[in-house]
């Protein structure tokens, strides 16, 4: 095992990790993580729920009927920076001068074509009028127009919208002014996540962009405030330090800086079951920063959220009740099969096949288990060739079937079998969840003990021109969720909508009629 400095030792108290934290995630770097074995792709009547019309209403009813005696929040993911969606206009500031070179010139040559869609759609970009009224009258042609534009939008001592975070840009224009994707969360919570006139929302950020979130909350909130008859509390909360993952280099030990200094990485969205597990309300949605719509879009993302909503308080009602009887020892053979089949039938669990073996006390106990569960409603939307993970059955190393949302990155690509089974899906993951995350007595559930420390991630990087592998945690609502109940639904694709390229604010959906 690796030795550590007194330095070292300093650093991690300083951080809060504990030694063995660090010596287990270095054992996992040198036994590497396995690739989740597929069983079948989870698909409407097998793992995802589809509603017809009048059953959706009559959940969204459900919903509406109990919301206010219910405390709701708003669990929004949204330290992501802006420098990854300008990628291509980055790289086009290095790469194109317009004194030397037409732009179709440049097109040809480089065969840009993000760019190419960059400069056709120019004006119909939420932030178009603020770039041009800051750059009126300084180009002569429309490449030096194109390349002015970007670097006014770009360059630290201008706009600089690649230091902040995504959610802060213009997204949306609502002809006198821009909205954020913060801005239309507050919109969207106004509808969902409000008890009586207060809607809750929370935010997950950058340390470094506390102030430009609280400028931007201060400037907005009383017009969105009047817009909505809302009072909208929000709090902010950031990635904690002790869930930073050490790095190691390629023979698996700790990778040291060019100071002779440990280097630590961010854990990923996976630590952010950290902030979770922080928050207390009956429901908690939780969506991505860039996800957001257009007001036309507005009632029919709600409705979505509030039949999510519905399925959860539909199946915690009976949960509660089941959970309330194994608590008092009081079932006999009949109930113990009812609760069973509700928790095969309702919350997709599976038994294993010796179950009926064991006495009444252990069928008891493990039914205990079963159902005592944080509870996640997942939105799926059918595919439509977008990147990200999916609905899945797979099997653990002990036989036990669960249904789990599951990353590309999680599969072995160079089994057939395995890529024959994501071949069959027919719907990804949105990021698109309402919890549940009390017991039947009210308490809070410890979400950490609900996570699959097994369902991490492996990357190789480079640092100072070395190469390294960094370890990510399992993802917030992958192995970080992975021994939650959880119940699929087909949701609307109106209501996936992200933002991973600036070039995506050109899509319909994200156009203001």
């Not at 957001?292 to 709600?302: D, H, I, Y």
């Not at 909503?309 to 949960?319: C, I």
Request: charged letters at 25%; hydrophobic letters at 40%; glycine letters at 8%.
């Amino acid at each position: 095992m690796s030795a550590f400095t007194e330095s070292d030792l300093q650093v991690l108290k300083d951080k809060g990790i504990l030694i063995e934290k660090v010596r287990d995630q270095i054992d996992t770097f040198r036994n590497g993580i396995p690739f989740v074995n597929l069983e079948k792709a989870g698909v409407v009547g097998d793992g995802i729920l589809k509603f017809s019309l009048d059953e959706e209403q009559h959940l969204i009813e459900l919903f509406n009927k109990e919301r206010n005696g219910l405390s709701l929040l708003k669990f929004v993911p949204a330290s992501g920076a802006a420098s990854r969606m300008f990628k291509a206009l980055f790289n086009f500031l290095e790469t194109y001068d317009s004194s030397e070179e037409q732009l179709e010139s440049y097109f040809e040559r480089t065969g840009d074509k993000d760019l190419k869609t960059f400069s056709e759609g120019l004006k119909e970009f939420p932030f178009y009028d603020i770039v041009q009224q800051r750059i009126a009258g300084q180009s002569k042609n429309k490449g030096e127009e194109v390349f002015l534009f970007v670097k006014e939008l770009l360059s630290e001592n201008a706009l600089n919208y690649g230091f902040y975070p995504k959610g802060l840009l213009p997204f949306h224009n609502n002809s006198s002014f821009a909205a954020s994707p913060f801005e239309e969360h507050l919109k969207e919570g106004a509808l969902y996540s409000k008890t009586g006139k207060t809607a809750l929302l929370h935010f997950t950020i950058s340390e470094q962009h506390t102030d430009l979130f609280a400028e931007e909350f201060n400037s907005i909130k009383d017009r969105i405030s009047l817009e909505t008859d809302t009072t909208f509390n929000v709090g902010y909360s950031y990635q904690k330090s002790a869930t930073d993952t050490i790095a190691v280099d390629m023979q698996n030990k700790p990778f040291r800086n060019i100071d002779g200094s440990l280097l630590f990485r961010p854990g990923g969205h996976g630590a952010l079951i950290e902030n979770l597990n922080e928050q207390d309300a009956d429901i908690i949605f939780i969506k991505n920063i860039d996800n957001v719509v257009v007001p036309e879009n507005l009632e029919g993302v709600s409705n979505s959220k509030k039949t999510l909503a519905g399925v959860l308080l539909q199946v915690q009602q009976k949960a509660f009740i089941y959970a309330k009887l194994l608590a008092a020892h009081t079932i006999g053979d009949a109930q113990r099969k009812e609760i069973k089949l509700f928790l095969e039938e309702e919350l997709n669990i599976r038994f294993s096949n010796v179950f009926d073996t064991y006495s009444d006390e252990e069928q008891a106990k493990i039914l205990k288990d079963k159902i005592n569960r944080p509870i996640r409603i997942c939105g799926m939307v059918k595919n439509e060739g977008e990147p990200g993970g999916g609905p899945f059955w797979i099997k653990d190393k002990t036989g036990n079937s669960s249904l789990q949302i599951i990353e590309s990155a999680q599969i072995d690509a160079s089994d057939s079998s395995q890529m024959d089974i994501v071949a069959n899906a027919t719907h990804f993951n949105p990021v698109d969840l309402v919890c549940g995350v009390r017991n039947y007595d009210g308490e809070k559930y410890d979400l950490l003990k609900f996570v699959d420390h097994k369902q991490g991630f492996i990357t190789d990087k480079t640092k100072d021109g070395k190469e390294l592998k960094a370890l990510e945690l399992p993802g917030l609502w992958n192995g970080g969720m992975a021994f939650w109940n959880t119940i699929f639904v087909e949701v609307p694709l109106l209501t996936f909508n992200p933002v991973k390229t600036v070039n995506d604010l050109l899509k319909a959906s994200h156009q203001v009629k």
